[in-house]
């Protein structure tokens, strides 16, 4: 029995096809695999600055003491946890020098608290929160004249001015470019009850700054 003949027109057109759908699937996987090269290229090349925010603050002392006998000192109490975010989803960071948050009052360096030890990572697309306190008596005379008048007035309304300034050195893993950090972070604070009672603080984002004054 005579086996049955194939029909070369369709085993073609069949073949054809096969090899239409083979060339249509390396397109695709080509057009993938450049895309995908871009977009990780692009997430290496394009470097997003790191970000802070403050998310909570408490103002527990802040005084000036003066006396007969000598010039006074002035005081202070606060507490803070400032966010600091990693936007990068490609790249880690590592912390060339410490990050330091001064604080300051009508540009008056008043305490300095280290956040970040040097040599510190912070993984890819992470935030971390750091939890602050600082706790200091520095002579009056570190508050000028023109600070010192800023004091009586903020202190009448019961509300105070503020600022801490976050300064630092960072690299990104895929890069030898140390990049500086420099961030300012207003606060605007009432000095807490005596207690635990909880003060609301909204969250405020710091933004970045050149750093120009030179504070004593």
Known sequence: MASPRRNPTLYFSTKVDAWWWLILCAVVIAVAFVAGAVVVGKAFAVIHNVKANVED?????????????????????ISV???????????????????VAAFVFFQRRLYNVTMVEEGQKQRRFRTGVHLLHA???VPSYVLDTAAL???KKQNATGVF????????????????????????CP?????????HEVVVFPPVECIAFTPENIYF
């Open 149 to 151: 008048e800023e004091f």
């Open 57 to 77: 603050a408490r103002l527990d002392t802040f005084s000036l003491y003066t006396s007969n006998h000598s010039s006074g000192f002035f005081a202070g109490n």
């Open 135 to 137: 706790a200091w008596e």
């Open 81 to 99: 946890a400032v966010a600091v975010r990693n936007p990068n989803w490609a790249m880690s960071i590592e912390y060339t020098k410490p990050l």
């Open 161 to 184: 001015d503020l600022e801490m300034r976050l300064t630092g050195d960072i690299k990104f893993l895929a890069h030898r470019k140390i990049r500086h950090l420099h961030l300012s």
């Open 187 to 195: 606060l605007r604070l009432q000095v807490a009850p005596p207690g």
